[in-house]
């Protein structure tokens, strides 16, 4: 029994610990970390993912193995995605390029020099929602479309 008591007192006095070293009197407060999302002024790469999955055509969604890469050259307002699929014949496994402007949510599928615009009903309205979260103002949008990250 002293041994389990001995243990049980080491686990609070760790807790204690780590909580502090977080900031947390005692252990026992919690404090409410905000997301990247509300901390910053962009895109997470999740938050652009989660976009061009819903920009996708449903017949892609279906493909099997589907998969949304991120490149590792991405720029600092832009993310391009690679669409892949498991491709059980001969082939490739690439679908399509779509890059997100990371400070507005714009939408574009294809390569450098051969980009199209993504605008749908849906999209648009999503990317108003994205717009207000970030605090983009209708001059900043209007600037940055002025100058697409995409190209």
């Not at 193995?65 to 991120?70: N, Q, V």
């Not at 939408?107 to 983009?136: A, C, E, F």
Request: proline share 6%; net charge positive; glycine share 8%.
């Amino acid at each position: 029994m002293l041994i389990r008591s001995v243990a049980v007192a080491a686990v609070i006095a760790v807790a204690i610990v780590i909580g502090a070293a977080f900031g947390q009197a005692g252990g026992t407060e919690s404090r409410k970390v905000p997301s990247a999302s509300q901390t910053s002024s962009k895109l997470t790469i999740k938050e652009a993912q989660e976009l061009v999955y819903f920009a996708l055509p449903p017949a892609t969604k279906r493909l099997p193995g589907l998969g949304l890469e991120p490149s590792k050259d991405a720029t600092r307002d832009c993310l391009t995605f690679d669409i892949l699929w498991s491709n059980p014949g001969p082939g490739s496994a690439h679908v399509m390029f779509y890059t997100v402007d990371l400070r507005t949510g714009e939408l574009w599928s294809g390569i450098p020099g051969v980009y199209t615009h993504i605008v749908t009903d849906s999209i648009i309205r999503r990317q108003r929602d994205i717009r207000k979260r970030l605090g983009v103002t209708e001059q900043a949008y209007r600037e940055r479309m002025a100058h697409p990250c995409c190209q």
